[in-house]
């Protein structure tokens, strides 16, 4: 298996603006949560917080193309070279 180079890390992360609940929205569920009787838009907003909350951390469709090309690179042994003049 071939190991990945530092400069091609950003290519592999996880897409973070999707799996990742902010601070201030964590504050806003535990306010919710603690609320005894809450309205019908309190409670959607509830169960949209708690599931942005408990969801995995997803690849970018480009993360996924990425480790696709790396993973036929690393099976044929085909890398695709760029070769200058200079």
């Given at each position: 298996?071939?190991?990945?180079?530092?400069?091609?890390?950003?290519?592999?992360?996880?897409?973070?603006?999707?799996?990742?609940?902010?601070p201030t929205q964590l504050k806003e569920l535990n306010v919710l949560?603690?609320?005894?009787?809450?309205?019908?838009?309190?409670?959607?907003?509830?169960?949209?917080?708690?599931?942005?909350?408990?969801?995995?951390?997803?690849?970018?469709?480009?993360?996924?193309?990425?480790?696709q090309k790396k993973a036929i690179e690393d099976k044929y042994g085909?890398?695709?070279?760029?070769?200058?003049?200079?």
């Open positions: 298996m071939k190991l990945f180079r530092a400069s091609e890390l950003g290519h592999i992360m996880a897409d973070e603006r999707s799996a990742v609940i902010t949560l603690e609320k005894i009787k809450l309205t019908d838009k309190q409670a959607v907003r509830r169960d949209e917080l708690i599931a942005k909350r408990d969801a995995p951390p997803v690849l970018s469709q480009g993360a996924k193309t990425y480790i085909f890398t695709k070279d760029i070769e200058y003049r200079y």
